[in-house]
């Protein structure tokens, strides 16, 4: 079963930049990673995602300030966030989707890691 660890949130000002990591175990080389977040008392929502051949797909909420990549090497996948606003506090979770980007996933759902933007 795929197992996947999110690090890199934090508190940040208004105009800032967090880059956020996410450990996969798991057939790495083969798994489409998608990165989402749930703002409080808000549905879950996707931001971006990368192919295992690399090619990438944004979701309309943080479109051109942010980029998704994949290391290979160690397993990860990096979302690079800049200008940063308040309307992007959220937990950030990644998963393997299954079919679409936002439908079933592979992984259960991690704790995530939190993002809080500061105005």
């Known amino acids: 079963q795929v197992q996947l660890v999110e690090s890199g949130g934090g508190v940040v000002q208004s105009g800032g930049s967090l880059r956020l990591s996410c450990r996969v175990s798991?057939?790495?080389?083969?798994?489409?990673v998608g990165w989402y977040r749930q703002p409080p008392l808000t549905e879950r929502e996707f931001v971006a995602g990368?192919?295992?051949?690399?090619?990438?797909k944004y979701g309309d909420s943080m479109k051109g300030r942010t980029t998704i990549s994949r290391d290979g090497a160690k397993n990860m996948v990096h979302l690079q966030m800049t200008n940063l606003q308040p309307e992007d506090t959220a937990v950030y979770y990644c998963?393997?989707?299954?079919?679409?980007?936002?439908?079933?996933?592979?992984?259960?759902w991690g704790q995530g890691t939190q993002v809080t933007v500061s105005s």
């Open positions: 798991g057939a790495f080389s083969i798994y489409h």
């Open positions: 998963n393997v989707p299954t079919g679409t980007w936002e439908g079933g996933f592979l992984g259960p």
């Open positions: 990368i192919t295992p051949a690399g090619d990438t």
